[in-house]
């Protein structure tokens, strides 16, 4: 329990353990008392990020180092998502039913949700949402807690699941550790943070996946998985802008046709947006060049669709795009082009400053192509409705700064950098920079980093906030279908709900 609490600094003291290799070396050694564990905290916290930072400084690599909030409800539909697109035969090779798979994430992920509540919420439990609700209160969870969240699953089900994704702390050195971040200590399981464990789960389970199947089988799930993911993004973006449209078709010359993903058109922009579901994982890079390569590959697909549409509406008088249900067109002059590539998996440290890594990213055009995780783009969505603000404000915005400051490094988190461009009554010293020209009187390259404190001077992130709305959003929809669409337990979920509604609404 200490280290789990220190790990996720849930009681907000402002320090924590770093590094998930320090956690596990501790829980293998034991500590013989509270100086004893803070001693060994910074010990192997600072092996581990001297490891890390090489001989040679690595920048990009550095940046990737730093703590990003993430939304833990949105990564587990990312987890919902790719495990529909996965063939049969991968279920039939995992001895283990599509279903048991989602079934086990999702009560890993509510135990937990639920224990971290009731621990440190220090919110009253009643006692008969404690008869259903409450196992294990130490952090460890086995079948027994497992089957509080949902009675179907088997304990050969769970066991044949932690073989597959579990880390043995008793015959493994912490040396071995290759991205785990499900652990066994002897026969009881743990998971030290719920974000980096869906995390761990997308990103093991295409790995499973790839290590058996064949070409035409993997060539048919990216297809399947990119057309999810673009459905997925479409109803959500539907939700705020009506008038969206979803695979349109434009005619560049008269023998040639291109698509884009969505389409939206506003009074005085047309918004371009390319989904993009393609695996990115770069934590686990050691150089920059590493990094770059690995975007390189990811975005360059997209920005080429992009800019060819941005071209095609530039270069002629009047534009049209199409589908069977819709129809998008109208005099070039009268719109400002904006390019948005959306990726399913995040690119947190670094998608607000792509274009400072190659010039070739903003193109001969000169229009910007602005890269955010999709999970970004959602909050920002929520906060311009509830704020009466069209998403359109932002990214133009955005696009502005990239063409007058090309070479300047921005925040490193597209929901911070959001923050201090739109905070309009408390304005922040970046937007008063930007707002006044100081930025002409530094180098180019310049690069700003934030921290934000409230009124009280206390630091929090706003990236945290906007995604725990998202977040207390998504878990309140996903209680409304819990039993009838993954199998969970009826009345867990419901004395969930009602004591994680106390928790959430405080």
């Not at 941005?310 to 719109?335: I, Q």
């Not at 006044?436 to 934030?450: A, K, P």
């Amino acid at each position: 329990m200490a280290i789990c609490e220190r790990y996720n600094d849930f009681k907000e003291r402002g320090y924590y353990i770093k590094f998930d290799t320090t956690a596990l070396q501790i829980l293998q050694e034991g500590a013989i008392d509270k100086a004893d564990l803070e001693n060994k905290i910074k010990k192997y916290d600072l092996i581990e990020l001297q490891k890390r930072r090489n001989v040679d400084y690595q920048e990009l690599v550095s940046e990737f180092m730093a703590e990003q909030p993430k939304s833990k409800l949105l990564t587990f539909m990312y987890v919902d998502l790719i495990v529909a697109a996965l063939p049969n035969s991968f279920f039939e090779k995992l001895n283990l039913e599509r279903k048991r798979l989602i079934q086990i994430t999702l009560s890993i992920m509510f135990y937990n949700l639920f224990l971290q509540a009731y621990i440190y919420g220090e919110k009253p439990i009643s006692t008969t949402q404690r008869k259903w609700l409450l196992g294990r209160d130490d952090f460890y969870l086995g079948i027994d807690e497992i089957k509080k969240v949902c009675w179907q699953i088997e304990k050969k089900d769970f066991e044949i699941f932690c073989e597959k994704y579990a880390f043995n702390l008793g015959n493994k050195k912490v040396s071995e550790l290759k991205g785990e971040k499900f652990y066994r200590n002897g026969d009881k399981y743990f998971v030290l943070c719920i974000e980096e464990f869906l995390e761990y789960i997308l990103i093991k389970t295409e790995r499973l996946f790839k290590e058996s199947c064949t070409n035409e089988e993997f060539s048919n799930y990216q297809r399947k998985k990119g057309f999810a993911f673009e459905e997925f993004v479409f109803s959500q973006f539907k939700g705020f802008y009506k008038n969206a449209v979803h695979s349109v078709y434009y005619y560049p010359q008269k023998d040639k046709v291109a698509e884009i993903d969505i389409l939206l058109q506003e009074e005085n922009y047309l918004l371009i947006i390319e989904c993009k579901s393609g695996t990115i994982e770069l934590k686990s890079a050691s150089t920059d060049e590493e990094i770059r390569k690995k975007i390189d590959n990811k975005v360059k697909k997209a920005y080429n669709t992009l800019e060819n549409a941005n071209n095609y509406v530039a270069l002629n008088e009047r534009y049209k795009f199409s589908n069977k249900s819709n129809v998008v067109e109208g005099e070039s002059k009268d719109k400002e082009v904006l390019c948005l590539h959306l990726s399913m998996y995040p690119l947190d440290a670094i998608s607000s400053n792509v274009h400072v890594l190659n010039e070739k990213y903003i193109g001969e055009s000169g229009n910007p192509k602005i890269t955010m995780s999709f999970e970004h783009f959602l909050a920002i969505c929520l906060d311009c409705y509830v704020r009466g603000m069209a998403i359109g404000t932002y990214l133009k915005q955005r696009k502005k700064n990239i063409i007058e400051h090309p070479q300047a490094h921005f925040d490193n988190n597209e929901l911070d950098l959001y923050y201090q461009l739109t905070n309009k009554g408390n304005k922040s010293m970046l937007n008063e920079s930007l707002e006044n020209g100081f930025l002409g009187n530094f180098n180019e390259d310049i690069r700003i980093v934030t921290t934000f404190h409230d009124s009280s001077g206390k630091e929090f992130r706003p990236a945290s906030e906007m995604l725990k709305d998202i977040d207390n959003r998504i878990l309140y929809a996903m209680f409304k279908n819990a039993k009838s669409q993954y199998g969970l337990n009826k009345r867990y979920m419901i004395y969930l709900n009602e004591y994680l509604l106390v928790n959430t609404l405080d």
